[in-house]
């Protein structure tokens, strides 16, 4: 049975619970666990209160259980297991009840408000709040429209949220991460950061998939920009850690005037600038920046609105039995004179149908639908961990051709300024849910299995 159920507390013998008798009709459970934390119970089974679960307030506060709430209760041989406890893994944290995350607090508590009915275990942690000692974490749980913060058990999955490559690549975190899964045996999603570079070569050999990619090289030398110009009518450099739109620069070669046109963001401005060299651009536009780790790309000549080019952000995220779903599709209007159609450079969000007449509404749907779906599937099987969500950046050309630009584990929010998204947010958070309760069983079953 996977039914929600509520836990609340008697104050009777401290190893009893009782369950109510559509849960279970075995007599073989004697454990009683919650997270990763385990103790023997003496289990009795009633056949009223068909929605409630009683246990004592001793193994409440052994258990580390923080309030009475709902909890979706699965038994996995001799253990009746509460939850799932679900950690979301962060960093950035501030000494602030009203704002523990900054200005991520609200993202959080919008995602955790919405499974409360669902399920009250969701929580934030930081690796300042774990007690190696104890096994358990202080943590934030969002409830009743505030953050409150309490000691709970190792969590039964992780939702890895780190903000930023820089952090995520700090070797403290790295080690805390690696000893949660190692030796906790605790599954994480999603994986971190994207490559650009390797998810081209993860991709490019892939039959179902290569037709999205445009010509990508890594950069070594001025002759990667040439050979590439020489071929297409411009090129985007970019970095391939990059995020938001950062460093991104258009360049696009006039041979009637020998002329580089080189289109950037500088110091939050816009900026449209001719070179006589290629040299003198690159030492110009990148005097402060490394080139090593950047890649050029084959431009593509996008759909437009209202003059400007349009890209559009799909989500894909798993459900409760780990299959991929299109959750949205919005459209991307480039602000003007902007490389990217990202919101920090004044682009805008549109529907589809905001766009485009109905019946080219539905069959670019389609299109980025089906390209969607298909990368997550080939990227699932090709990264390493466990997938929940990606949000891609996908271009569509005149011939209403499909172009990969990007994909992301961590995918942004700020399409969801959009009211009309409001209801594809809510898809998205619940089936965030699902997928992590999905995780959260397999990893169960699995510890009883190797046991």
């Not at 297409?232 to 938001?244: A, C, D, M, R, T």
Request: proline residues 4%; charged residues 25%; glycine residues 6%.
């Amino acid at each position: 049975m996977n039914d929600v159920v509520k836990i609340v507390t008697h104050r009777q013998s401290k190893d009893l619970v009782c369950v109510p008798e559509a849960l279970t009709s075995t007599r073989n459970i004697e454990y009683i666990a919650f997270g990763q934390k385990k103790y023997p119970c003496q289990l009795v089974t009633m056949n009223t209160l068909h929605d409630v679960i009683s246990i004592s307030e001793q193994l409440k506060e052994m258990l580390c259980i923080p309030f009475e709430g709902n909890i979706e209760p699965i038994i996995i041989g001799d253990t009746l297991q509460l939850g799932p406890l679900i950690g979301i893994f962060t960093a950035g944290f501030t000494e602030s009840l009203l704002r523990p995350i900054g200005d991520r607090s609200f993202m959080f508590a919008n995602l955790m408000a919405e499974n409360n009915l669902q399920n009250s275990f969701i929580f934030i942690f930081g690796m300042h709040g774990i007690d190696w000692e104890t096994e358990t974490i202080q943590g934030y749980f969002f409830t009743e429209k505030r953050w409150v913060k309490e000691v709970v058990p190792f969590p039964t999955v992780i939702y890895n949220r780190l903000p930023n490559r820089k952090i995520e690549e700090h070797k403290l975190i790295k080690k805390v991460r690696n000893r949660l899964e190692t030796e906790y045996k605790i599954p994480w999603f999603n994986p971190g950061f994207f490559n650009k570079w390797d998810l081209y070569v993860k991709l490019k050999n892939e039959i179902s998939v290569k037709h999205y990619l445009p010509v990508t090289e890594k950069f070594h030398n001025l002759d990667t920009i040439e050979q590439l110009l020489s071929q297409h009518q411009f090129v985007y450099i970019k970095p391939e850690n990059g995020s938001l739109g950062s460093k991104v620069i258009v360049i696009r070669y006039h041979r009637e005037e020998d002329i580089y046109y080189c289109r950037y963001r500088e110091d939050g401005v816009n900026k449209l600038q001719k070179f006589s060299s290629l040299n003198v651009l690159i030492n110009r536009v990148f005097r402060k920046t490394k080139l090593h780790d950047f890649i050029v790309q084959q431009g593509i000549s996008l759909i437009r609105y209202e003059h400007q080019p349009v890209d559009f952000r799909v989500h894909t995220n798993k459900d409760a039995h780990g299959k991929w779903h299109v959750t949205v599709i919005a459209a991307k209007v480039a602000g003007k004179g902007s490389t990217t159609t990202h919101l920090n450079n004044g682009g805008r969000v549109k529907t589809l149908d905001e766009i485009f007449e109905n019946d080219k509404a539905k069959r670019i749907h389609d299109k980025l639908s089906l390209a969607a779906l298909r990368i997550s599937e080939v990227l699932d099987k090709q990264l390493e961990g466990h997938i929940g969500e990606i949000g891609f950046d996908l271009g569509v050309d005149k011939n209403e051709t499909v172009w990969l630009f990007e994909a992301n584990s961590k995918p942004g929010r700020s399409i969801f300024t959009n009211p009309h998204f409001r209801e594809h947010d809510k898809t998205i958070k619940k089936l965030f849910l699902e997928y992590a309760t999905h995780l959260s069983k397999q990893s169960t079953k699995s510890k009883v299995t190797i046991k």
